[in-house]
């Protein structure tokens, strides 16, 4: 099983970006998934999640407004839209799924490896 995320970069702010995750090995249409951020110095927080069907979505504060989380059932892919991009973002972002298909926790059972977000003031 495994997740790979991608789409990382460097952006000036005020920009946009837009990470991806796909899944292999099995599928997640059962399972709420979402995307966690670490930035240097700080704990990994969750960012944004959404149930198994999308019924339920969670975004953290500081991306309300700003970051859309979505997945395609058909191609095991989750992605997270992220506009209006502040040097504050800057993480290595990481996509996750847990056993639960309502929502995630702060340990989700599969976790991608990683992609370093960069967002230059």
């Known amino acids: 099983v495994q997740l790979q995320a991608s789409g990382g970069g460097l952006v000036q702010a005020g920009g946009s970006l837009r990470l991806s995750c796909a899944a292999s090995?099995?599928?997640?249409?059962?399972?709420?998934m979402g995307w966690f951020r670490q930035a240097p110095g700080k704990e990994r927080e969750l960012v944004a999640a959404?149930?198994?069907?999308?019924?339920?979505?969670y975004y953290g504060d500081s991306v309300k407004g700003r970051f859309t989380i979505s997945r395609d059932i058909a191609k095991n892919t989750l992605y997270l839209q992220m506009n209006s991009l502040k040097p504050e973002d800057t993480a290595v972002y990481y996509c996750?799924?847990?056993?639960?298909?309502?929502?995630?926790?702060?340990?989700?059972?599969?976790w991608g490896q990683g992609t370093q977000v960069t967002v230059s003031s």
């Open positions: 996750a799924a847990d056993r639960s298909a309502a929502g995630v926790g702060p340990k989700p059972r599969y």
């Open positions: 090995g099995r599928t997640f249409s059962n399972n709420a």
């Open positions: 959404m149930s198994w069907n999308g019924g339920r979505t």
